[in-house]
C-alpha cells in the first residue's frame, strides 16, 4: 500500500536534485565579481539603511489566526464529505450547524473589524 | 519500478519544456493583445526565445546580497520549485493507468498540502534577503496564498461530496458515470476556484507581492541568475498545476466535450491527451488573458473579496451540493438554481466589491 508512495519520493529528490543542478550548475558559466556596492540589498540606489529582519505588522498575524480556524474546518469538511452519503441525512445536518457556527464566528469577526485591512 | 521512474523524469523533462514555451506564448499573446508582434529574432517567430532566455539566466551573476543568510538564501528558490512539481506525480493525464505516476487514494489531500507547502519558499526567500522589499513582499505573499486557500480547499469539498473519492482519476470516473461534468452542477464552486487559484499562483490581478511600483518585485527582489529563473519555473508549475485541478474536478479531465451526446462520438478520434492538454491550455491562456486585461487590485480589496465574498460564497455551495445529493431534485431544475445562484452572486459581488 505504501509502495505507491514511492514515486512521489523519487520525484521529490529528482525536484531537488533539478533545483540544486540548475542553481550549483550556474556556477560554472557564470561570471563572480562582485564588490560591496553590488552585494548591497536593492533600495532605491541609496544606501540600505538599518536591517531588514525587523519585526512587522501585526495585521498579518490576525489573518493567520482566522486562516488556522478556517484550514481546520477544511479537515473536518473533507473528511466529512467523503463519506457523508453513507451517514446520511443526520450527518448532513449535523455538518451544516457546525458550517453555520462557524459562519457565525466569520460574521464576528467581521464585526469586530479583523477582516478590515487598514487600521 | 523503472517504468515508473523512466515516466517520472519524462513527465518532469516534458514539463519544464512546457513551462518554458508558456513563458514564449505569454510573450506572444501579451504582444498581439497591445497591436505588437512578441519575440520575433531569435528563431522563427521567437521560437527558440525560451532557449536564448535560459542560456542568458544561466550566464548572469548570482548576487547574494550583504547580511542575507546565504544558505537559505540559495535553498529558498529550491524549496518553492520541489513542491511545485511534487504535485504532479499524482496528475492523471489519460485515462489508462499508464498515463499517471502514481494512484495515491488521498491524491487531491496530497495536492492542497504539497502545494501550500510551497509558500515556505517565499517566506524563506523574502526573509533571508535582507532587503526590505523582498521582506514586505513575502509577508504580502503569504498573507494573500493563506487567505485564498481557504476559498480554494471549500470548493474542491463540492467535487469531493460528488465523486466520493480523493483520488484524481476517481474523480473523472465519477464524472464519467455520472454523465455530466461537475461544474454544471456547482458553477458556484468553479467560479470560486478560478479566481482564488489566480491568487494563490500570485498572477495578475492579484500580483500584489510583484507590484512593480511599489514592492519592486516582492519576494525575489534580490535573486538574480538561476535562482530568479527557479523562482519562475516554480511560479508556472503551479499555474500548470491549478489549471490541472481545475480540468480534473470540475471539467471532465480527458473527456471529449459532451461526452454523452452519441453523435459527436467521432471526436474520440482525438486522443484523451490531447482533450487533457487542450482544457490545461484554455486555462493557460485565461491566466494571460486576465494579465493582458485587468489593473492590479488593492491590498485591501484584495483581503475584501477573498474573506467577505468568496469564503461565504463556497459555503453556499456546500449547501447547496448537499441539498441536492440528498433530496432527488430533477437535474435541469438543479442546473438552473445553481446557474442562477452563480450569476446572482457574482452581480451582487461585483456590485459591492468596489465599497
Known sequence: ???????????????????????????????????????????????????AMERVKPRYYVYAMIFLAFDVEAVFLFSWAIVFERLGFFALVEMFLFILILILGLLYAWYKGALQWGN | ??????????????????????????????????????????????????????VKLATKELIVPTGADSLLFLIAPVITLVFALVPFAVIPFAGAPVWQITDVNIGLLFILAASS????????????????YSLMGALRSVAQMISYEVPLILALIGPVMLSGS???????????????????????????????????????PFDMVEAEGELVCGFHTEYSGMAFSV????????????SAIATLCFLGGWQRPFPTVGFLSFLDVVPEIVWFSLKIGFFLFLYIWL????????????????WKMLLPVVLLNIFLVGLFKFY????????????????GCVAWCSKHFYE
Open chain 2, 117 to 132: 507547502l510551497g509558500m515556505y519558499g517565499i517566506v524563506i526567500g523574502g526573509w533571508s534577503s535582507n532587503s526590505k
Open chain 2, 231 to 242: 523562482f519562475f519555473l516554480a511560479e508556472y508549475a503551479n499555474m500548470i498545476l491549478i
Open chain 2, 328 to 343: 432527488s431534485i430533477p437535474l435541469l431544475i438543479y442546473y438552473l438554481i445553481t446557474f442562477f445562484t452563480t450569476v
Open chain 2, 1 to 54: 519500478m523503472i517504468a515508473t521512474i523512466m515516466k517520472t523524469v519524462l513527465m518532469v523533462n516534458i514539463l519544464l519544456v512546457v513551462i518554458a514555451y508558456i513563458t514564449w506564448a505569454e510573450r506572444k499573446i501579451l504582444g498581439r493583445m497591445q497591436i505588437r508582434h512578441g519575440p520575433m529574432r531569435v528563431g522563427w517567430h521567437g521560437l527558440l526565445q525560451p532557449i536564448a532566455d535560459g
Open chain 1, 1 to 51: 500500500m505504501l509502495t505507491n508512495y514511492l514515486p512521489i519520493l523519487f520525484l521529490f529528490f529528482l525536484a531537488a536534485g533539478i533545483g540544486t543542478a540548475m542553481m550549483v550548475g550556474g556556477s560554472l558559466v557564470r561570471p563572480k565579481n562582485q564588490y560591496a556596492e553590488k552585494n548591497s540589498a536593492y533600495e532605491c540606489g541609496i544606501d540600505p539603511v538599518g536591517d
Open chain 2, 291 to 306: 494579465r493582458a486585461t485587468l489593473p492590479r487590485i488593492r491590498y485591501d480589496q484584495l483581503m475584501y473579496l477573498g
Open chain 2, 166 to 204: 480523493f483520488s484524481m482519476s476517481k474523480m473523472v470516473a465519477a464524472q464519467e458515470q455520472a454523465g455530466y461534468w461537475f461544474i454544471f452542477l456547482q458553477p458556484l464552486a468553479f467560479v470560486v476556484f478560478l479566481i482564488s487559484g489566480v491568487a494563490e499562483t500570485n498572477r495578475v
